[in-house]
């Protein structure tokens, strides 16, 4: 099993440019989530999905979108980007949503917009 | 609003020594959980405790969650340098598909 994975590692936008960050796993697993990690800040959660076609907001939604089409994947989407979006981004899955259940969470995407 | 709040804010001990580390809420939470993170990695869970008064070990590792369920504790028994890293506790909060984690505790372990 690979995990969590997430795509691309680093990446560089400027003011206003688009773009999708990438989150798959391979468990099975229902619930899927975006975090966002800023120094001193911890993670705040964006967005998250308790299984396919189905979605919800966090903490911090306003600016991205999300979309679950299938169970293994959970694509999170910049409309337009804003230098306040630099961070690092974390994609998360557990089996079920819930206390108890185990989050494994992927390696992170390090975004700077200019 | 930071619903957890962790203290120290960063630690930095010599081999050996035991520390404790804390997470604070006016929350209650159904129960919270403990992270370490190491740079350029994504959070690793440690523990996860959802009965008030729980006390859970991991080896030199004791966690306890407080009667009232508003917080919970870390505490690390003569501590190693491959524990250093950030310790990030976490809750559910009122909406178990939404968790809440505080902003760390940077603990570095000197040989």
């Known amino acids: 099993n690979a995990g969590v994975t997430q795509t691309p590692k680093f990446q560089v936008l400027k003011t206003g440019q688009s773009m999708t960050l990438q989150c798959a796993q391979d468990?099975?697993?229902?619930?899927m989530s975006w975090y966002r990690q800023d120094p001193g800040m911890g993670l705040r959660l964006i967005h998250y999905s308790v299984g396919a076609g189905i979605t919800d907001q966090g903490e911090v939604p306003n600016g991205y979108n999300v979309s679950r089409s299938t169970t293994e994947d959970f694509p999170l989407r910049l409309l337009s980007a804003a230098p306040s979006q630099t961070s690092v981004y974390f994609c998360?899955?557990?089996?079920?949503?819930?206390?108890?259940?185990?989050?494994?969470f992927g390696p992170g995407t390090r975004l700077t917009v200019l | 609003t930071q619903l957890l709040e962790q203290s120290p804010q960063f630690l930095s001990i010599q081999e050996g020594e035991n520390l404790t580390v804390y997470c604070n809420s006016s929350?209650?939470?159904?129960?919270l959980q403990w992270y370490r993170q190491e740079p350029g990695e994504g959070p690793v869970l440690l523990v996860t405790v959802v009965t008030g008064g729980e006390v859970k070990k991991l080896k030199r590792l004791t966690f306890q969650f407080g009667d009232a369920r508003k917080d919970s504790s870390l505490h690390i028994t003569a501590a190693q340098p491959g524990d250093t890293g950030l310790y990030l506790c976490a809750g559910d909060g009122d909406n178990f598909n939404k968790f809440y984690f505080g902003s760390g505790t940077k603990l570095n372990v000197k040989p």
């Open positions: 929350s209650v939470f159904s129960s």
């Open positions: 468990m099975n697993h229902e619930y």
């Open positions: 998360a899955s557990s089996l079920l949503a819930g206390p108890t259940d185990t989050q494994y």
